[in-house]
């Protein structure tokens, strides 16, 4: 039996939280049927706009007009309460929102008033993410990749705002989507989510037992048991979660991700600025043969890019193409993966209570059983 997981007052009987995954993958469905099964469904802030487009301003091809329609508060609110209804009170439901994105502070807050349990926030060191919280009842969990993003973001967060994180997540870069590497440390032994766990658990020690969650790469019952023995309070899964039924992902994402195979899957360079892991498409194999196919920015979705000086250089705007996968443009759209996407094949698509039975060692695994023989 896993242990429980509490952040802050939130008390979760099944210790993961399944990742936030934008656009479009992560929203009201599968978020709500994570936490009716009491662990801790996660929507994605990113794109939101997307998702409700008569609440927003669109162009003819039916991309978001800037950050404020974009990231759309009115569909947050929305994506929230559908979720909270879904999940029939049970679990909880937390919001990711990358700090890179135009208007974070705004789509905090946005959360917060919606009723999100918890925020949680990587792309960047989140340092002023308190500041968008004073006073809400809301729980604060910064996504890192060292001891020493944790160190700095205690220190700051101590000194200027008197309090701490409610939880950290460790991410390592086996993650689908943006990494908190360089590219060739991803490759590294010492960058490997395994080898920097033992150094941000001791530092989570040193600031009153923050509780780790350990996320990249995570796959199994076996991967969730063999770190919650080393000291893991819980773990977060993103990948896995694609293949269900309730994913919101279009069915034509779901397909990509089960014919991958290993060499399919990619590290990209992002107008984020962080490496990106996608799966090898048409898009992508005309960007790898020099294509450049940036259309200029509508959305200003995320502040590194610069309203779209980044995404020329890469020959791509991270906004339209991942929207264009949600709208189920195979040709178009950017499809996101973890490392260990390519094993999905052996499980199909099945119920997201049928993928919390196999993380908590209730139902046998179709990925374990074949990897034993």
Same mark, same amino acid.
């Given at each position: 039996?896993?242990?429980?997981?509490?952040?802050?007052?939130?008390?979760?009987?099944?210790?993961?939280?399944? &990742?936030?995954? &934008?656009?479009?993958?992560?929203? !009201?469905?599968?978020?709500?049927?994570?936490?009716?099964?009491?662990?801790?469904?996660?929507?994605?802030?990113?794109?939101?706009?997307?998702?409700?487009?008569?609440?927003?301003?669109?162009?003819?091809?039916?991309?978001?007009?800037?950050?404020?329609?974009?990231?759309?508060?009115?569909?947050?609110?929305?994506?929230?309460?559908?979720?909270?209804?879904?999940?029939?009170?049970?679990?909880?439901?937390?919001?990711?929102?990358?700090?890179?994105?135009?208007?974070?502070?705004?789509?905090?807050? #946005?959360?917060?008033?919606?009723?999100? #349990?918890?925020?949680?926030?990587?792309?960047?060191?989140?340092?002023?993410?308190?500041?968008?919280?004073?006073?809400?009842?809301?729980?604060?969990?910064?996504?890192?990749?060292?001891?020493?993003?944790?160190?700095?973001?205690?220190?700051?967060?101590?000194?200027?705002?008197?309090?701490?994180?409610?939880?950290?997540?460790?991410?390592?870069?086996?993650?689908?989507?943006?990494?908190?590497?360089?590219?060739?440390?991803?490759?590294?032994? !010492?960058?490997?989510? !395994?080898?920097?766990?033992?150094?941000?658990?001791?530092?989570?020690?040193?600031?009153?037992?923050?509780?780790?969650?350990?996320?990249?790469?995570?796959?199994?019952?076996?991967?969730?048991?063999?770190?919650?023995?080393?000291?893991?309070?819980? %773990?977060?899964?993103?990948?896995?979660?694609?293949?269900?039924?309730?994913?919101?992902?279009?069915?034509?994402?779901?397909? %990509?991700?089960?014919?991958?195979?290993?060499?399919?899957?990619?590290?990209?360079?992002?107008?984020?600025?962080?490496?990106?892991?996608?799966?090898?498409?048409?898009?992508?194999?005309?960007?790898?043969?020099?294509?450049?196919?940036?259309?200029?920015?509508?959305?200003?979705?995320?502040?590194?890019?610069?309203?779209?000086? !980044?995404?020329?250089?890469?020959?791509?705007?991270?906004? #339209?193409?991942?929207?264009?996968?949600?709208?189920?443009?195979?040709?178009?759209?950017?499809?996101?993966?973890?490392?260990?996407?390519?094993?999905?094949?052996?499980? =199909?698509?099945?119920?997201?209570?049928?993928?919390?039975?196999?993380?908590? =060692?209730?139902?046998?695994?179709?990925?374990?059983?074949?990897?034993?023989?």
């Amino acid at each position: 039996m896993l242990k429980p997981l509490k952040i802050g007052k939130i008390e979760l009987d099944v210790p993961i939280i399944q &990742g936030g995954m &934008g656009v479009g993958l992560s929203w !009201e469905r599968l978020a709500g049927a994570v936490a009716r099964e009491g662990a801790m469904g996660v929507i994605s802030a990113v794109g939101t706009g997307y998702r409700f487009p008569e609440l927003v301003k669109r162009d003819k091809f039916g991309r978001p007009i800037g950050s404020i329609y974009t990231h759309s508060k009115e569909a947050l609110t929305l994506l929230i309460k559908k979720a909270k209804e879904i999940s029939q009170g049970k679990g909880a439901i937390g919001v990711n929102i990358l700090y890179a994105i135009t208007d974070y502070g705004r789509v905090l807050q #946005d959360a917060i008033e919606a009723g999100a #349990d918890a925020i949680i926030t990587g792309a960047g060191l989140p340092l002023k993410m308190p500041e968008y919280a004073q006073g809400a009842d809301v729980a604060l969990i910064p996504i890192v990749s060292s001891a020493r993003a944790l160190n700095l973001i205690c220190r700051t967060w101590e000194k200027k705002y008197k309090r701490l994180p409610d939880a950290v997540i460790l991410e390592g870069p086996k993650s689908g989507g943006h990494q908190g590497f360089k590219y060739e440390e991803c490759f590294m032994p !010492e960058y490997q989510l !395994e080898n920097l766990f033992p150094s941000v658990l001791e530092e989570s020690k040193k600031w009153g037992n923050i509780p780790v969650i350990v996320a990249g790469g995570i796959l199994t019952y076996r991967d969730i048991v063999w770190y919650m023995e080393r000291g893991a309070s819980g %773990v977060q899964i993103a990948t896995r979660f694609i293949a269900t039924v309730e994913c919101d992902a279009p069915d034509i994402y779901k397909e %990509v991700i089960l014919k991958a195979e290993e060499e399919d899957i990619i590290l990209f360079k992002s107008p984020v600025g962080y490496p990106l892991r996608v799966v090898k498409t048409p898009f992508i194999e005309r960007l790898l043969l020099g294509y450049n196919g940036w259309n200029g920015c509508i959305s200003h979705c995320v502040v590194p890019c610069n309203k779209g000086e !980044e995404a020329k250089k890469v020959g791509f705007c991270i906004a #339209d193409r991942l929207g264009a996968a949600w709208l189920g443009d195979y040709e178009e759209g950017i499809f996101i993966s973890g490392a260990n996407g390519h094993l999905l094949k052996r499980q =199909g698509i099945i119920t997201v209570k049928e993928l919390i039975e196999i993380l908590t =060692g209730k139902r046998e695994d179709p990925i374990e059983y074949n990897k034993r023989v």
